[in-house]
Nanobody, 123 residues
């Protein structure tokens, strides 16, 4: 199994910064992508940013130019530096790890999630 533990959330004023961290442990071998998703009250969970082991990065349009994702493969850790925060960034942020798992019976996509960390941006 994979365990993901997030840290770094909190309350910040608009225009401020926060840095989220997510440490993975357990069966991390073969994890090909890690990233961050968020869910605001009354809304669906949405992608924020992802990064593969080969450092291919994808950002949601709403955070481009403000957020930066980074990954330390040796530590199985992914970071999200969030600058110029806006009230609309307020959400629970979830760490994600993705692995394609194959057996004799075929392959399946498997996603693992952290418990979430609250980010609140006041206006």
């Amino acid at each position: 199994q994979v365990q993901l533990v997030e840290s770094g959330g909190g309350l910040v004023q608009a225009g401020g910064s926060l840095r989220l961290s997510c440490a993975g442990s357990g069966s991390m071998r073969g994890i090909n992508a890690m990233g961050w998703y968020r869910q605001a009250p009354g809304k669906q969970r949405e992608l924020v940013a992802t990064i593969t082991g080969g450092s291919s990065i994808n950002y949601a349009d709403s955070v481009k130019g403000r957020f930066t994702i980074a990954r330390d493969n040796a530590k199985n850790t992914v970071y999200l530096q969030m600058n110029s925060l806006k009230p609309e960034d307020t959400a629970v942020y979830y760490c994600n790890a993705h692995r394609l798992e194959c057996s004799t019976w075929g392959c399946s996509d498997n996603d693992y999630w952290g418990q979430g960390t609250q980010v609140t941006v006041s206006s």
